[in-house]
């Protein structure tokens, strides 16, 4: 009788990352719609900013768990920071070509967007990831 018996690891559930680009993306649009009634050039910097944000959070989404539930520590943590990295090369060049871009265009308002919803996206991707926030998860296996 062996001691030592192979087994398999348990299935994890696979966290939705698509649902936080669609909070963040809820949370960016009424807002732009809102301010484009009374300022159309705030909305524009507003859109760009959540815009731009939500790309970056996407990018980083699905490339840093894309090990999850690995037992390869060196892989989750190789995959974190290339995409922590890329994440930030998309946040730092988009926004910098718009400002450079459209000189008219509020780089105060832009970047504000831009902290907010990413603090957003930052705030719920541990959530996600614990499955903490039900209405927003999908159980799906890999």
């Given at each position: 009788m062996p001691y030592f018996k192979a087994r398999t690891?348990?299935?994890?559930?696979?966290?939705?990352?698509?649902?936080?680009?669609?909070?963040?993306?809820m949370a960016v649009l009424p807002?732009?719609?809102?301010?484009?009634?009374w300022a159309p050039q705030l909305s524009v910097a507003v859109v760009l900013g959540g815009s731009i944000s939500i790309v970056g959070q996407c990018y980083y989404n699905f490339r840093a768990l894309r090990y999850f539930g690995s037992q390869h520590i060196g892989q989750v943590v190789a995959a974190t920071k290339t995409a922590m990295v890329g994440?930030?090369?998309?946040?730092?060049?988009?926004s910098l070509?718009?400002?450079?871009?459209?000189p008219d265009?509020?780089?105060?308002?832009?970047?504000?967007s831009l902290f907010i919803s990413h603090t957003l996206g930052a705030?719920?991707?541990?959530?996600?990831?614990?499955?903490?926030l039900p209405f927003l998860v999908k159980k799906t296996s890999y």
């Amino acid at each position: 009788m062996p001691y030592f018996k192979a087994r398999t690891a348990a299935k994890l559930a696979r966290p939705a990352t698509a649902s936080i680009a669609v909070v963040q993306l809820m949370a960016v649009l009424p807002i732009g719609l809102i301010l484009a009634l009374w300022a159309p050039q705030l909305s524009v910097a507003v859109v760009l900013g959540g815009s731009i944000s939500i790309v970056g959070q996407c990018y980083y989404n699905f490339r840093a768990l894309r090990y999850f539930g690995s037992q390869h520590i060196g892989q989750v943590v190789a995959a974190t920071k290339t995409a922590m990295v890329g994440k930030w090369a998309i946040i730092i060049g988009f926004s910098l070509a718009c400002v450079i871009r459209w000189p008219d265009l509020n780089a105060g308002i832009l970047y504000l967007s831009l902290f907010i919803s990413h603090t957003l996206g930052a705030l719920l991707l541990p959530l996600l990831v614990a499955n903490k926030l039900p209405f927003l998860v999908k159980k799906t296996s890999y």
